[in-house]
């Protein structure tokens, strides 16, 4: 299958909203995870996120749109707004029947949907805002950002926890290879700094509960991990073919070269211990992207910093790689900010492109002492490191497993 | 206040729309646009507004200014 051309990115994060921003923020290794002020969350066992304070800064959506829409919707569309400046591309100007939207989430639209709720239990059904129908759903963040421009091609909102943006980074690459479409905005988009989606998150035991030191909470494949921190945010990218992108003048990015996907099917909520199905998703994108294991340089991890799913996940990469897996650097920068679930595939895709942009591996923190040695970890600095094929991993819960293969153009 | 500045200012406040764009002789669909989940709102708040009972027919988005203001003042004579 092609190579499609990744072209533009846009990203709106707890670590920065925009990519210089961003990329500042992420290669000098500082924490953005801090106790959560949104709401009163002190008796949440887990009380600390990436929570991004000044989105509105950032917006130039209409109060009378703003008020509409939840926060994942409003994040994906100043995103794709950035995505396409970046991308140097005039949206009027584009056949709208060729473009798509492709984005994941994991839990919808949860700040509107709870205090409405809220509402019709203290006001009664006329309480609830009439908005309510459309601004909560996983699918309303794809449905705005079509409205905003005028999109109206092939366009899809995959759900499937936290690997829900990394799949919909690979559908929308097999259709941009089928040439059904022209352009894609693909990534995903997640807010669960709310207090019912926080509970959700704490109910599945997996998050950290390490609320006194909350930059040093995230601790993906070390000794003291102790689980995984939420964040919110969103990371879309514009992609189209090669061809197209060097006939317009674009700069492009990176090339997403290969797609793989498996399930587990073993446990409602944990992954199999084994790593042969998530080894078997890496397999399939390397054949994808005719490349050989030798071949990749760089990993980008999921690290969820729970003990079973980063020892899986090692498993997986023994199984593929081999001893080899002791020379290829690896890393998990999101411990920097949090895992922003559904849109998280997305952020790592986009850090790893800006990776290979700069030639600079962003380290993972708070990785003092490694759990296990087998892995070449870029930790607590920056590395410098020629990256011409890399492996971004997504994994959610019961088991998905999602694998891209990006290269370097 | 009268009937008609309470109207336009409810809708203003609600609607999230600039003063300028309400006009009392052109429906809401025309001024600004107004989509059927809007009217919803709108038609829920003007009835809590004037404690009267208002119906989606009577009160639509090819409605002007002028035409709410009728239709509110008749059942506030009730």
Known sequence: MDKIAISGIGVVSPSGIGKRQFWANIKSGRSFVKKITRFDASKYPSHIAGQIDELEKYSTISP??????????????????????????????????????????????????????????????????????????????????????????????????????TMAIGYARKILAKDKLNLILAGGMEAPVTPYALLCCNTYGGLSTDNAHPQEAYRPFDKRRNGFVIAEGAGIVVMESVERAFARGGNILGLVSGYGTTCDGADRINPAADGQELARAIKTALADAKTEAEEIDFISLDGLAVDIWDNSEIESLRIVFGDRLKEIPVSCPKSMFGNLLGASGAIDLIITLLAMEHNLIPPTINLDEPAQNSLNYVRKQAQEHKIKKALAISRGRGGINAVLVVEKP | MDTKAKIKEILINLLKVKPEELKDDVSLQDSIGVDSTEMVEAVIALGKVFGISLGAKEVTKFSTINDIDKVIQSKIAK
Request: net charge neutral; proline share 4%.
């Open chain 1, 64 to 165: 009378r749109l703003l008020k509409k829409i939840d926060a994942f919707s409003h994040m994906a569309l100043i995103a794709s707004e950035f995505a396409l400046q970046d991308a140097g591309i005039d949206i009027k100007k584009e056949n709208p029947n060729l473009v798509g939207i492709f984005l994941g989430n994991a839990i919808g639209g949860w700040l509107y949907a709870e205090t409405e709720l809220r509402d019709m239990y203290i006001e009664g059904r006329e309480g609830v805002s009439p908005y309510m129908a459309s601004a909560w759903f996983p699918a309303a963040p794809q449905g705005q950002v079509s409205i905003y421009y005028g999109i109206k091609g092939f366009s899809k909102t995959v759900v499937a926890d936290r690997a829900s943006s």
